[in-house]
């Protein structure tokens, strides 16, 4: 991910302190690396550490390709020869030097949080947006410490708004975010239970991720409010500048959706002036509230309702690179739903509901394990056991949390497999004429794999 934003002497004084006052006073740099595969002549590199690598084994080719400054955690492993400016945290300073390219714009700019449908939201968001002006947004999922400020630093003067995604696996991540990323407005998709490892429970997942109405609250920006969560709801009292918007409960942007046969949502909304109708190409509930997500940022931006319409009537999701979000194929006499990109307790029973949606002779779920539920995890996944008859004639499991629920449950609809070959062969084994199937897990559970396999065909 590379960037052109410059920075002179006397701005690194600024976002440093003293320790950059010894620099050069000429010292011009353009361009933040952290990555030696595409560092150009004239960056910084910063030297970032992780736990299965340390970018301060780079400094020397940093150096060798041009790199004008290095930014280090241990200023004796960097020759003498080179400029370099020693930090606490490297991480820390590419946060800072994003702080410092934010300040120099004054568009709105959307920050997207939310336990679920974060990267898909922030996609539909920018498309919208695009209708009208050039956009920034968070490329894929990189919405971490590392890959906001590195999408920050791509804005330029051409760019009319930003959609920057922030993303949180532990306490104070979504508060160190938006004091990077400045939004001027905000929107959290859902309060879910991810992240419980560190996030303990639903209380512990709201605080963090409402960190982004606190930013709002105290910087005067404008609050969009998903009023068909309880836990985000509660705040729309606190804020002097909110825009409500639902799907089931209403709020100033409440579009009426309806489905077609493939699930694919169309939405129509009345509001004042703001009139339009849009068929979706895409499918799924989820879809229907990403696009709902859209309309309330565009109002909010005063997007022209006529633009709104032809950018929700001809947006595609991203391709999907084996695992998809939400996305339909026909493979193996069946329609398959691939839904592979990740899973949490809320984002599983969407599926789950979308599935129920399809007409289908037979509807069949194969679930995997949704990973990062801490203590919850037992608790979630018998949970989603219990609740999956509701919404499928037969649920086949994979994974060691799965494996304990079934075990514990011992529910007569589900089916255990131990691995992607086993999924497979029950697949083909209860698929009947017309059969729609689910594939949804966490990322880690590579679920794609079981989808590549019915495409070779039933095994030996």
């Known amino acids: 991910m590379t960037n052109t934003a410059t ?10 302190g003293p320790a950059a006052a010894s620099l050069p006073t000429d010292l011009t740099i353009t361009g933040i690396s952290t990555d030696t595969r595409t560092l150009v002549p004239g960056n910084a590199f910063i030297a970032l550490r992780g736990e299965r690598f340390d970018g301060h084994d780079k400094i020397e080719e940093a150096l060798q390709k041009g790199a004008r400054l290095i930014l280090t955690e241990d200023i004796s492993r960097v020759p003498p020869r080179a400029t370099a400016l020693a930090c606490g945290s490297t991480l820390h300073a590419l946060g800072t030097f994003a702080w410092f390219h934010r300040r120099r714009f004054s568009i709105p700019v959307v920050a997207i949080a939310g336990a679920a449908g974060k990267t898909s939201t922030k996609d539909v968001v920018a498309h919208v947006l695009a209708s009208t002006m050039s956009v920034l947004k968070t490329e894929a999922n990189y919405n971490n410490q590392v890959g906001t400020p590195l999408t920050l630093l791509q804005l330029t003067h051409e760019h009319g708004a930003a959609v920057i995604e922030i993303g949180t696996n532990e306490p104070g991540e979504i508060e160190i975010l938006c004091a990077m990323v ?8 859902n309060i ?8 303990v429970d639903l209380d512990g997942v709201e605080k ?4 982004l109405f606190d930013y709002l609250r105290d910087h005067h920006g404008v609050a969009l409010v998903n009023v068909d969560d309880d836990r985000l709801a509660k705040y729309v009292p606190t804020f002097t500048r909110a825009i409500t918007f639902g799907v089931e409960s209403g709020g100033e942007i409440h579009p009426s959706i309806a489905f077609d046969d493939q699930v694919r949502p169309s939405l129509h909304i009345v509001h004042g002036s703001y009139t339009l109708r849009a068929q979706l190409r895409t499918h799924g509930l989820a879809s229907a509230y990403n696009a709902t997500c859209a309309l309330a940022v565009a109002w909010a931006l005063h997007v022209p309702a006529a633009h709104v319409q032809h950018a929700l009537a001809g947006y595609e999701p991203p391709a999907s690179h084996g695992y998809g979000r939400m996305h339909v194929q026909r493979l193996a006499a069946m329609t398959v739903i691939n839904d592979c990109y990740n899973a949490n307790p809320e984002s599983m ?9 399809f007409p289908a002779g037979k509807r069949i779920a194969l679930l995997g394990d949704m990973r990062e539920l801490g203590s919850a995890a037992e608790e979630e996944h018998m949970h989603i056991l219990n609740d999956a008859h509701q919404y499928a004639d037969v649920v086949i499991v994979m994974g060691d949390e799965f494996r304990r ?12 497999a131990a691995n992607t070959h086993a999924c497979r062969d029950h697949i083909i084994e209860v698929r009947a004429d017309d059969s729609v199937l689910l594939v949804k897990g966490s990322r880690g559970m590579a679920m794609e794999q079981v989808i590549d396999l019915l495409s070779e065909g039933p095994g030996e």
């Open 192 to 199: 879910g239970k991810e992240h419980l490892e560190k996030l």
């Open 349 to 357: 029973i969407m599926a789950l509901r979308t599935l129920q949606k």
């Open 208 to 211: 963090e991720e409402t960190a």
């Open 405 to 416: 629920a079934h075990e514990r449950l011992d529910l007569p609809h589900v089916i255990y």
């Open 7 to 16: 920075f002179t002497q006397p701005d690194l004084v600024t976002m440093f």
């Open 182 to 189: 400045q939004p001027t407005h905000g929107l959290i998709t």
